[in-house]
Each structure stands twice: as C-alpha cells, then as structure tokens.
C-alpha cells in the first residue's frame, strides 16, 4: 500500500470515530432532553400543581346583650385579632353590620361606639372602615354585630400521584407528583395569597431619610447606616 492510499485509509477512518463520537453526544443528550427543551417548559410545577386564589369573607360576630356595661374582655381580644388579620389580609373596607328590629337594637348601636374605638386603637381607622344594617328577627334580643372583610385564599392542588414507574423512565421527562409539596408549601405559607394575583403598589418614599443621605453626601460624609455588632454576619465567636 503506498502513501498516498494510507492517508486516505486512516481519514476515511478518523471521519467514521468522530460520526462514532457525534452520535454517542447525541443519543446522550437526547436523554436529557426532558428537562432542557421549550416543548417540556409547560410541565412546570406552577402548570401541573397550580395554585389557586380565591375570594374570601371574614367574619366576626360579636354578641349583644341589653344592659351589659361595655364590651367583654373574651369580645375585646376577639375584635383585636380580628383588626390584625384585617392590617395583613384584608382588601376594601372592613364592614360593621348592625342589627335592624331586634329588642337589643338600641345596645347594639352603644356598643358600635365601643368596637369602633377600639378597632382605631387597633389600627383600623375611621376610613377603613363601612356600615350596614341588617334586618334581624324581632324575637332575637342577642342579635349581634357582625364584622366583616374581604380577603384571598390560597387553594393548591391535591398531592400523592405516583401512577408513574421512577425506576424507568427512558424520556427523563417530569414525574405526575413532582414539585406538587413545593407548591403547596408555597400556599401555606405566602402572608398574602394576593400577592400571588398581583403585585402591591409601591409604598412612598422615605423623603426624610433621602435628605439625610443627600446632605451626607454633600458633605462628602459616609452614606450608609452605621453598623453594629448584630451585624457582623459572624455565626459564633468560638474560635
């Protein structure tokens, strides 16, 4: 064999290990492809598990009694928690619906001074807040006020489908369950399940602490807060 036939021999040869090499790649990406192409993006956990939000309505009934002196303290707390649940979740004005015909309608109205005053202390104010009558029954002498405010709930999807075989699974592709804790976890625990609808506007700035920095800057001053000890980052000072 001359020279020339051997250089063409040994190409021919070196072509066929790289195809070689080109189609163990390719068959090895292929099976990755589960997980990396735009077909498969749509089998997200927030597609497979969704959550869902939902309208809610709080209530709080708060009993009347003719001639009681002022609220309880089982009624205060009551309305407290209430007003907090109102400051963290709450959407549109928090209503106070008031009985209408009943023999205890004329407490009821002394004791809607007392909840508004202390839903203010609460930090509920006179404009959050919404009035309503409601026709009650003339036989009803503990017809009570009745709290009220809109708020989301956050619904996630069921778990625990594992129709799928895990030991074989040729495409690599997403198993029925997977990421369906995660998303449930996330419904749990969101403070807001609005937040999950849409965003929340932006809150004013700090115009005061703005000229504080602008004037330090001026100065040529240091900016930043200053720094103290909680602030280390430092874990533990064992050495």
């Keep these: 064999m001359n020279r020339k036939t051997e250089m063409k021999t040994a190409g021919m040869t070196g072509r066929r290990a790289l195809g070689a090499i080109a ?12 997980f990396n192409t735009a077909e ?28 009681q002196p002022g609220l309880s303290p089982a009624d205060r707390a009551a309305i407290e928690d209430f007003a ?17 015909g009943s023999p205890n309608s004329g407490a009821a109205t002394v004791a809607l001074s ?14 959050d807040l919404a009035y309503t009558p409601y ?26 489908n594992w129709s799928q075989d895990y030991a074989l699974d040729p495409t690599n592709g997403l198993t029925p ?23 929340r506007n932006m809150t004013p700035a700090d115009a005061a602490r703005r000229s504080t920095v602008l004037e330090k800057y001026r100065a040529g001053e240091a900016t930043a807060t200053a720094r103290g000890d909680q602030d280390s980052g430092a874990v533990s000072e064992v050495k």
């Design 84 to 100: 907090a649940a109102y400051r963290q979740r709450g959407h549109g004005a928090l209503t106070i619906s008031t009985p209408s």
């Design 23 to 34: 189609l163990i790649a390719a068959t090895g990406l292929a099976g990755c492809s589960g």
């Design 40 to 67: 498969h993006a749509q089998f997200g956990a927030h597609y497979s598990h969704p959550i869902s939000v939902e309208t809610d309505v709080a209530t709080l009934n708060i009993g009347v009694v003719p001639g």
């Design 177 to 199: 369950n997977h990421g369906c804790a995660t998303q449930n976890n996330l419904a749990a625990m969101v403070a807001n399940p609005a937040d999950l609808v849409a965003p």
């Design 135 to 160: 026709r009650a029954s003339g036989a009803d002498a503990a017809a009570p006020l009745i709290l009220s405010f809109k708020r989301y709930v956050a619904r996630p999807t069921a778990c625990g």
């Design 114 to 127: 007392d909840v508004r005053d202390l839903l203010s202390e609460n930090g509920v104010g006179a404009g």
